[in-house]
């Protein structure tokens, strides 16, 4: 019965299943970045949000076989990265993913917008579209980094190439407003690409998530 209900809940609240993950990834990558098995379990987490993802838009007006499209080409990447050890594809699968996160995030937000009311599910919604948005931003970065060397500048160890989980960190930063810390974009396009996600953020919070806040206060 309990394995029902958890099946039923998750059919009901597939946005909030997302999330979870999503933020435990965040809590596991910097467990694992710097192990042995870090880059398989970075391609086996990748694979697994991808799949997630996918199946998360086919709740939303994004077209399903679109998704597949652009997700089947990056889990093909990423299980080459993680198995036969071919870091060169990186860039590619991080430009993948981006594209990927960018479209699964603009099929939520019209989930979100394609009625008059707030559903349990659109609530979380909003927060798996924001670690979406996040991580393809993110992953830009990655792409960004492997065209220019040196876009991204840090205290510690400053000459070196910037991690994915300070890419992350960067992102979410940007995205929310709350500043950079101690990772600076520095060439032009790494500036440009933050300005962007730093507007985007903003129109995020501002068009997408306080209608939902009112949509909610009008129903109670």
Known sequence: MRYLHLVAL???????????????????????????????????????VLVMTTHMVRSTPGL???????????????MLQAFL??????????????????????????????????TTDELFAAGATFTLLAWAFAHLFVVLQALQPGSFLAAVDPQAPRTWTELLFLSFALLSSTG????????????????????????????VVSRLIGLTLQRR
């Open 10 to 48: 998750t059919r009901r609240h597939p946005s909030a299943i997302l999330l979870v993950v999503q933020l435990a990834g965040m809590l596991l990558y910097p467990l694992l970045e710097g192990s042995r098995a870090g880059p398989l379990a970075f391609g086996a987490f990748g694979i697994v």
């Open 64 to 78: 399903t076989w679109l998704s597949v499209c652009i997700a089947l080409p990056a889990i093909g990447l990423l």
């Open 85 to 118: 050890d071919m870091p060169a594809l990186l860039p590619w699968s991080a430009a993948l993913e981006s594209l990927f996160y960018f479209y699964a995030a603009g099929s939520l937000i019209a989930y979100m917008l394609g009625d008059l009311r707030a």
């Open 180 to 207: 950079i810390g101690d990772v600076i974009p520095v060439r032009p396009v790494a500036r440009a690409l933050s300005s962007i996600e730093m507007f985007a953020g903003v129109m995020y919070l501002a068009a």
